[in-house]
């Protein structure tokens, strides 16, 4: 095997998962330092340029050999947003900074951030969780049907889940104890 690879590099480049031939191929092309690996730029081509090489492979050479992070498919980009930024419930849109609760969204004309009643506390405001209690809040059209279950003895954080998880048969059934303790 004669490459112009030390020895080192060499050791690394198996470590990485290359086998002997494929660094003696690397040396064959034109690639002969770390510093060649810029020329080639990423781990798609380095693949293009050895055959039978894994993507998993090529990702780790060309992170080692550029200094740059391994990218795969499964890395998603980090956002950090300020905690005030408020997307609206229906489209995902960023709303404006002037943005306050209770207004409509820009994009879908719907309100952005809904105001939900709390089944636990009965306060109200936007938002998933309850400002006051933290419960979650479940949607309006079953806010009936999680009273009951408050009153039934059911913890806090197990009605959501359980209204989640019934189906619309089971709904049914609640509804009719809900009506039958109004009457």
Same mark, same amino acid.
């Given at each position: 095997?004669?490459?112009? *690879?030390? %020895?080192?590099?060499?050791?690394?480049? &198996?470590?990485? @998962?290359?086998?002997a031939?494929?660094?003696?191929?690397? +040396?064959?092309?034109?690639?002969?330092?770390?510093?060649?690996? +810029?020329?080639? @730029?990423?781990? #798609?081509?380095? &693949?293009?340029?050895? %055959? @039978? $090489?894994?993507?998993?492979?090529?990702?780790?050479?060309?992170?080692? #050999?550029?200094?740059?992070?391994p990218?795969?498919?499964?890395?998603? %980009?980090?956002?950090?947003?300020?905690?005030?930024?408020?997307?609206?419930?229906?489209?995902?849109?960023? &709303?404006?900074?002037?943005?306050?609760? /209770?207004d409509?969204?820009?994009?879908?004309?719907?309100?952005?951030?809904p105001?939900?009643?709390?089944?636990?506390?009965?306060?109200? !405001?936007? /938002?998933?969780?309850?400002?006051?209690? !933290?419960?979650? *809040?479940?949607?309006?059209?079953?806010?009936? $049907?999680?009273? $009951?279950?408050k009153?039934?003895?059911?913890?806090?954080?197990?009605i959501?889940?359980?209204?989640?998880?019934?189906?619309?048969?089971?709904?049914?059934?609640?509804?009719?104890?809900?009506?039958?303790?109004? !009457?």
């Open positions: 095997m004669s490459t112009a *690879f030390s %020895p080192l590099e060499t050791k690394i480049l &198996q470590a990485k @998962g290359l086998t031939e494929q660094v003696s191929l690397l +040396a064959e092309i034109g690639i002969a330092a770390k510093t060649d690996f +810029a020329t080639v @730029g990423d781990a #798609a081509t380095l &693949q293009q340029l050895i %055959p @039978g $090489l894994d993507a998993s492979v090529a990702s780790e050479v060309m992170a080692w #050999a550029t200094g740059a992070a990218r795969s498919a499964s890395t998603a %980009p980090i956002v950090v947003e300020s905690p005030d930024v408020v997307y609206c419930v229906h489209c995902k849109t960023k &709303q404006p900074k002037d943005y306050s609760s /209770g409509l969204c820009t994009t879908c004309g719907k309100q952005a951030e105001i939900l009643s709390c089944y636990w506390c009965t306060s109200s !405001g936007p /938002g998933m969780f309850c400002r006051q209690c !933290g419960a979650e *809040f479940v949607p309006t059209a079953e806010l009936d $049907l999680a009273m $009951l279950l009153r039934e003895g059911i913890a806090k954080d197990a959501p889940t359980q209204l989640k998880a019934l189906t619309q048969a089971d709904k049914d059934v609640l509804w009719g104890r809900v009506r039958k303790s109004r !009457g």
